[in-house]
């Protein structure tokens, strides 16, 4: 009993350091898809791993381009060219989310918690177009996910905490991104989003 209170305080203190540093855009509606960008929006509600906080990051060009911290009931909205991306959520482990986005779409992506050694580590599944995979828009779970997540954007304290965990961030890229290439080819279009995918 004393081992799990230990265990519970100690996700707490490693998750909590990176939550509330965000903050609540002013602007609650997604905005409209430039023609010559793709949206991606990055979302997550699970009660599971709730302590915890899941930073995000572009890491197209390899060097990790801070995204924002996704904590739970909070979405993430990011514009990028049109083409092939790869993004990366990191607590414990890396994970990664790969895409091939047609520009003036909006694209969506649902971040989820699974148990790891000390505290929970994240997942990316692409939100599909049609009723296939793991996650889709028919699905009433996740237009709810879509309706009640809370539009976040970055303050002066998450970057700052991106800034003084930097080294760790590339440490678990450098990590985990072979570990994600050696994954079989039909798994890893699971956790692609197409350019179908988009709306």
């Not at 509600?45 to 060097?63: H, K, L, Q, R």
Request: glycine share 6%; aromatic share 10%; net charge positive.
């Amino acid at each position: 009993m004393i081992f799990r209170g230990l265990i519970l305080t100690l996700m707490l203190l490693l998750g909590g350091c990176a939550s509330s540093s965000m903050v609540k855009a002013p602007n609650q509606q997604l905005a409209a898809v430039p023609a010559d960008k793709a949206q991606i929006v990055f979302m997550r509600s699970s009660i599971f791993g709730a302590a915890i906080s899941a930073p995000m990051f572009d890491v197209t060009a390899a060097e990790p381009a801070f995204i924002g911290i996704l904590d739970n009931s909070s979405k993430l909205m990011l514009e990028v060219p049109a083409g092939k991306h790869t993004f990366m959520v990191v607590s414990e482990a890396a994970d990664f989310l790969e895409a091939d986005l047609v520009a003036g779409k909006r694209y969506y992506a649902i971040v989820t918690p699974r148990m790891g050694a000390w505290k929970a580590r994240f997942s990316i599944w692409p939100v599909r177009a049609d009723n296939s995979g793991e996650f889709n828009k028919a699905d009433a779970k996740v237009q709810k996910i879509i309706s009640n997540t809370v539009l976040m954007q970055n303050s002066a304290k998450s970057e700052a905490w991106y800034q003084k965990n930097k080294n760790d961030v590339k440490n678990k890229q450098a990590e985990y991104w072979p570990v994600w290439q050696q994954k079989p080819t039909a798994e890893l279009l699971e956790r692609t989003l197409l350019p179908t995918d988009g709306e």
